[in-house]
Nanobody, 123 residues
Framework: QVQLVESGGGLVQAGGSLRLSCAASGRYAMGWFRQAPGKEREFVSSISWDGGSTYYADSVKGRFTISRDNAKNTVYLQMNSLKPEDTAVYYC????????????????????WGQGTQVTVSS
């Protein structure tokens, strides 16, 4: 059983930055998803277990950066130029069998999930 622990959420003004962290040990592809009130969970970004491949939703390209430090068993999501529409609960996810580009962005492909961390961007 993999336990994912997210941290780093909070309240920030539009244009500000936050860095989310997710601690997880093992050779897992990792993803970040978010869910705003009344909306479906959506893909934000993902990274292969070795960090060699990264993927982003169009809505966050150029503003968010995903990275990982396997020595620290931690995945990061650096979020810059935040907008009010980025407000959501952000979830970290992990899976050991993801390999296709398509699966990296599909929440159903991930087996393990964190509890979520709230990100609120004020205008």
């Amino acid at each position: 059983q993999v336990q994912l622990v997210e941290s780093g959420g909070g309240l920030v003004q539009a244009g500000g930055s936050l860095r989310l962290s997710c601690a997880a040990s093992g050779r897992y592809a990792m993803g970040w998803f978010r869910q705003a009130p009344g909306k479906e969970r959506e893909f934000v970004s993902s990274i292969s277990w070795d960090g060699g491949s990264t993927y982003y939703a169009d809505s966050v390209k150029g503003r968010f950066t995903i990275s990982r430090d396997n020595a620290k068993n931690t995945v990061y999501l650096q979020m810059n130029s935040l907008k009010p529409e980025d407000t959501a609960v952000y979830y970290c996810a992990a899976d050991s069998s993801i390999s296709s580009r398509r699966d990296f962005s599909m929440f159903r492909a991930y087996q393990y999930w964190g509890q979520g961390t709230q990100v609120t961007v004020s205008s």
